[in-house]
């Protein structure tokens, strides 16, 4: 087959393992950098163009567009379904899950366990939404961050309160969680290709931080998820729409519950905890899945 890679950077671990992977099976593969790719989206004949080619070659492309490309790298994504490629992930589910309110909202209409969560626009109604999470402590979250960057822990209700008072007066859209404290910094991450979970592992933060992000000097290790877990992990990736995703779950008094989904999920930290070839499973995947006319949406809604 013929796979295309969208990144921004050839170098980064989990482009270089995906491409290593598909050689190592016989495919030829080109990362392609999603923001130099222009297109026509007037003709009939949908192309790419791309440092002067176009790009007709390929039966799949592999999106591993960053949070901060997510307008541009999925309206890329999307010429290419336009055109019959078959995505790995589709431009649709890739949008849903970079917005964490409207993807709580589709998982929780689905009857999947989540932290309990608020949102609101008026400071007027800031009491009114900590009390319904529970109050102090809670945390707070930018919608659209990434990392743990964007993601406060407020330990008393003042704190809360100006954390909120400010993020709102930056304009700034944010939701309030319950704080799942006997979690002690740790969460649960299952790297779910098709319908099975493929690898998981426990990420724990460092001392003094709540949170578990490898970014956020988070460490991680090998860990066992229960037949409950695995088959959360599995139905909030099909809600989501992703075919390969990190579902991240926090175990909470009451279960685990979902605490996010990422489509660009990383394969360093989860290839090194588990041992498993995990970019080698998502080419197997795609060997498995990629045919013209695959793509569910077409770039719809
Ligand atoms: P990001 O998209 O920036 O990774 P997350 O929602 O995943 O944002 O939060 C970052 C980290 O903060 C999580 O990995 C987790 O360790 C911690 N965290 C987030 N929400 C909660 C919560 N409700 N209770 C306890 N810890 C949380
Ligand atoms: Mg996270």
Request: proline share 3%; hydrophobic share 40%.
């Amino acid at each position: 087959m013929k796979l295309g890679i969208l990144s921004r950077n050839s170098k980064l671990y989990s482009t270089r393992r995906l491409v290593e992977a598909a050689e190592q099976r016989g495919h030829e593969v080109r990362v392609v950098d999603p923001l130099r790719c222009y297109m026509n989206i007037t003709s009939h004949n949908p192309q790419i163009h791309y440092k002067g080619d176009i790009l007709d070659q390929f039966n799949a492309v592999i999106p591993r567009i960053g949070a901060s490309i997510t307008f541009y790298g999925t309206a890329v994504l999307r010429q290419f379904e336009m055109m019959n490629v078959y995505p790995l992930n589709e431009s649709v589910a890739i949008s849903r899950s970079r917005d964490k309110l409207r993807s709580l909202q589709l998982l929780s209409r689905r009857g999947i366990g989540l932290p309990v969560t608020g949102f609101a626009h008026s400071p007027d109604d800031i009491d009114d939404l900590l009390a319904t999470v529970g109050g102090a402590p809670c945390v707070i979250k930018l919608l659209e961050g990434t990392q743990g960057l964007g993601v406060v822990l407020a330990e008393t209700t003042q704190a809360a309160e100006s954390v909120i008072q400010a993020f709102m007066g930056l304009k700034q859209h944010i939701l309030v969680q319950e704080y799942i404290k006997e979690a002690k910094g740790s969460d649960i991450r299952c790297l779910v290709i098709g319908d099975k979970v493929v690898a998981s592992m426990k990420r724990q933060a460092k001392e003094g931080e709540f949170r578990s992000n490898l970014h956020r000097g988070g460490s991680a290790t090998l860990c066992r998820i229960t037949p409950e877990e695995r088959a959360t992990a599995v139905r909030a990736a099909k809600v989501m729409g992703l075919n390969v995703c990190g579902v991240d779950l926090l175990r909470s008094n009451h279960g685990a519950v979902v605490m996010e989904v990422n489509s660009s999920p990383g394969l360093e930290g989860i290839e090194n905890a588990s041992g498993k070839d995990v970019a080698g499973m998502i080419i197997e995947f795609i060997e498995k899945n990629a045919k013209p006319n695959r793509t569910k949406t077409k770039g719809r809604g």
